[in-house]
């Protein structure tokens, strides 16, 4: 026995000294963000956050909380924008209008003025007055190339604070819709700490501890989460009437739906953003758990899921083909096969239904498409693209074969068995469609470069205004990297006219932006240059066990938005979150 | 002896080389490019924003370098100790990110594969000498170690986790903790390991149980322990010997073993989204985030190395015969 024990000994050892290295190194980060928060110690930091005063969400962060910036729209921690950084207006998608918010009011004195009046007693985080000069620091910052809203100074002349509480924007060009979008969309930045940063640090600054004018600030964060705690002297109190109840908010890092789904039913999540397959199941099964709708389609829309065809390739340069094609979907397969009836079908338009009053009827019983195997045969025939060697599938006009390949990202297991049925279905009327997953990146760059045939894309969310959805279709010239807009390459000079045209209409010319929208849905149905397929729902699953009040379509319940997404804290995400009542008083 | 060990430290330095060279290589032949990743996801619109930006990450991470100069300038920047920036997490060096996850990864990894050695290899010999007990450990240890990481992990976080809810099924340790040294938070974060640690050890355990029985069993059939026998040994003499020798072998066995341990740990923290390495390299390969890739093998390849070199020295240890090989061979 002594024997045996001997060798154990550098063993044992080997595993101590590891051992100690391993708690020795975890000194130093739990340490660091420890210290990192100290500065704001005390009773309102507590190393426990309790239970009932504390909102867990998840659903929008999918990396470590990795930076406080509020320029970094697309990587910044979870609530640095809504929670912390506020913007000059909301967007309410029910009403389809502004509401002010750091602004107080905003008008157009001309054609080409805004002129903004900004709330009186609002304050930074740090005790400093909010004033115009801060408007005017955080629009300036824009003249920075690598600023994400650089391009408004190619239509914005000047913005000067003409006095605390007044700022006067002057344009060369009016981009009504476009600036409207503007509006609720930039957070404004404090110019007494911000003033004197270089333009690396604005673009990739961390901004530690950031002081901001929102209703909650920086308590702490870790890989795998970030912790918000209220501000009890927030503005919005008295000048909104709004009072949010939850003390502590933590923001969970996305991991994986079977985890999501594990924390949600262990009532450890409020409100999961997530994606999960199967939720139909989880509202009817009585486990505690809601949606917006209690029924089908569960979810309200909050995007369009689009066929996107790259229209430099053949045969997809042709709008008979993509006429075809767009016949040969059986959407309502995937609708139901594929997410459970958790979504909708698209209209042919594309327009999501808070949009409905810019689709053109007529235009739509006219030139529409929806399921149709025979006439996407037709269609075909008609053409000119036969079967000539007998194989079941259409040739090109030349002989040579078809054979197209659509692309999803890997791992997306949604989307990858909706394009499945989507090849399934285009077989039936002849047409070969190869499904691919490539991973994330990869796809990206394809996309970009206009390297693919066929690929879905829903990125475009909904907005103030149809005129971000028809950017997203027509904008030209086309680039050697398309990166955000227009992948399929598609090119009409006449469409674009109309799109930017349509900028040009103020938010409340409804009817002037109608004959706008009316004569795109024509072209767009004509030409076929994006298929919409289905409605992307603003995934929410939520749990009443502590936080109760969350918005559903029933009657006398909030109707906001119940999302934490990025930039949909603006739409509604931040009402939401004042409305909720602690379910045990 | 130094001969030994010095053909061992050659050896292994070679290796490290090889590894770390693999290891820049592999993600820059991956399809895709990173900074278009991080454009993409950024979802500038304007085309002169994009390229900016696009110049300046490709300038940043050095991509616009030709190959062979981005090869000697990682060497260059590894002596020094930088790791670089992350792509994912930017602007986070890939140093902070991997320290964050390290103490997590080797808090599971060390405890899992010594007490399922030491365990294992104790039950495995109490298994070849007891008829009833050998008929459960077996059939227990063959399904144990068969099982794949994440399924085991995952019906531990079902069972224990969803429907029991006596663990928690994620994170390293509660969403409402902050970490301080607190009964409380050790407490917690002893809660939120139990369940990784579990499936890792199990799974292994398993594994080693079996190498054992089988080997002490062919051991106690050998010549020696006959011999030892015949002569009137006491069967605990015997035993003895025979489990020493049958150790010899596990220890190799556990060298070879802890590659598929890692590779074991990295599943095991996806499943529980515990937040070490494992779940750094899913993300760093779904992000194309080519230096967090490169520090995290590099980490884990240094980490296999060493204690590989620890098995050597306790091999030298536990093996009287190597000693006296490296004897004969010096003399």
Known sequence: MRNRARFLIPLVVAGLVAAACSSGGSTPPTQGSNAASAPAA?????????????????????????????????????????????TLFHFDPNAGKLTPWLAESGSWTDETTYELKLRK????????????????FTFELGKMKTIPY???????????????????????????????????????VPQHVWSGRSEEDVLNGVNENPVATGAYKYLSHDQ????????????????????????????IVNSSNEVAMGLLLQKGLDLSNNFLPGAANLVKGNFGISTYYPEPPYMLSANTAWLVPNTTKKP?????????????????????????????????????????????????????????????????????????????????KDGSKINLSLIVPSGWTDWMEAIRVIAASAKESGIAITPDFPDFNALVEKRGSGKFDLVINNERQL??????????????????????????????????????????????????????????QKIQLEEMPNIPLWYNGLWSQVSSAMWKNWPTSAAGTPKSAPAMWRNWMELGGFETITRLQPATP | MRQYFGRKLLIYGLTFFMAVTINWMI???????????????????????VEAMRAYYTNLFGFDLPIWKQYLNFWAALLHGDFGISVWVF???VSTVILGAVPYTLALMIPAVLLSWVVGNRLGAYAARRKLLDNSVLPIGYVLTAMPYMWLAVILAWGLGVVAGIFPVAGGYSFAMRPNWSWEFLGDLALHWTLPFASLFLVALGGWAIGMRNMIIYELESDYSNYLAALGAPQRLIRRYAFRNAVLPQITGLALQLGVLVAGALVTEIVFSYPGLGSLILKAIQNQDLFLLQGTFLFIVLGVLIANFIIDVVYVVVDPRTRAGMAGAAA
């Open chain 1, 463 to 520: 907005s103030n205004s149809p005129w971000t959805y028809y950017e997203y279709v027509f904008q030209l010239p086309i680039q050697k990297v398309q990166n955000t807009v227009n992948f399929g390459r598609y090119e009409n000079k006449k469409a674009w006219d109309l799109v930017q045209k349509l900028d040009q209409v103020k938010a409340d010319d409804v009817e002037g932006m109608k004959a706008l929208t009316s004569q795109l």
């Open chain 1, 42 to 86: 005390g009773p309102a930091n507590p190393n426990s956050l309790p239970r009932n005063e504390t909102l867990y969400t998840s659903g929008t962060q999918w990396g470590p909380p990795a930076n406080f910036n509020p320029i970094r729209e697309w990587d910044s921690a979870t609530g640095t924008k809504g929670l912390a950084y506020e």
């Open chain 1, 316 to 396: 997809l340069d042709d709008p008979a083909f993509r006429k075809a094609l767009a016949n040969s979907i059986d959407t309502k397969k995937i609708v139901e096969g594929v997410y459970g009836n958790l979504v909708k079908a698209a209209n042919p338009t594309g327009l999501l239904p808070q949009w409905d009053k810019y689709i053109d009827q007529n235009v739509v019983s006219q030139n529409g498409f929806g399921y149709d195997k025979d006439k996407a045969k037709k269609l075909l025939a008609d053409a000119g693209y036969k079967d000539r060697d007998g194989d079941g599938f259409v040739e090109n």
């Open chain 1, 150 to 188: 650089a391009n408004i100074w190619n239509w914005l002349k000047s913005a000067e604070a003409v006095d605390d509480q007044t700022v006067k924007f002057t344009f060369s060009k009016a981009n009504y819709q476009e600036w409207d979008f503007n509006l609720y969309g930039r957070a404004i």
């Open chain 2, 27 to 49: 993600p820059r032949f991956m399809p895709g490019d990173p900074v278009a990743g991080m454009l993409a996801r950024a979802r500038v619109t304007q085309p002169e924003a």
């Open chain 2, 91 to 93: 602007p986070t060096p």
């Open chain 1, 224 to 251: 795998d989460r970030v912790a918000w705690v209220k501000r009890d002297d927030w503005w919005g109190k008295t000048a909104l009437g709004m009072d949010p109840k939850p003390k502590y908010i933590v923001d």
């Open chain 1, 121 to 136: 007693g609002v304050t930074w985080s740090d005790k400093q007055p909010f004033t115009a000069k801060d408007v005017v």
